[in-house]
């Protein structure tokens, strides 16, 4: 993943791979197992103790599934899906 948390297409070859082998549940609420992968890593935002705001790619980012059949959205911490979740250069 870039800066940005865009995926590249290795990150998206590991998404996939952990799907077919390790997070491999169907959808909790249809029962179908068709997810779309978002292609851009989501991290968290918030206030630190002095009151700055904080926002990155790389705060617990997090993979985002939804499935192509009912809509529901899952999230995986991109660390879980095997994804590298240090910062790199370009
Ligand atoms: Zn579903």
């Given amino acids: 993943m870039d800066k940005q948390g865009k995926l590249a297409e290795s990150d998206l070859a590991t998404i996939k791979q952990s799907l077919a082998t390790r997070l491999k549940s169907a959808c ?4 179908e ?8 890593a989501l991290g968290e935002a918030f206030y630190d ?8 790619a790389y705060l617990a980012p997090k993979v985002r599934l939804t499935c192509r059949n009912c809509g529901n959205i899952v999230y995986f911490s991109a660390e879980s899906m095997g994804l590298k979740t240090e ?4």
Avoid at 28 to 31: A, I, K, L, R, V
Avoid at 35 to 40: D, G, K, Y
Avoid at 87 to 90: A, F, K, M, Q, R
């Fill in 49 to 56: 103790a002095e009151g700055q705001y904080l926002s990155s």
């Fill in 28 to 31: 909790w609420n249809c029962g």
């Fill in 33 to 40: 197992q068709d997810w779309l992968i978002f292609p851009t």
């Fill in 87 to 90: 910062p790199t250069d370009g």
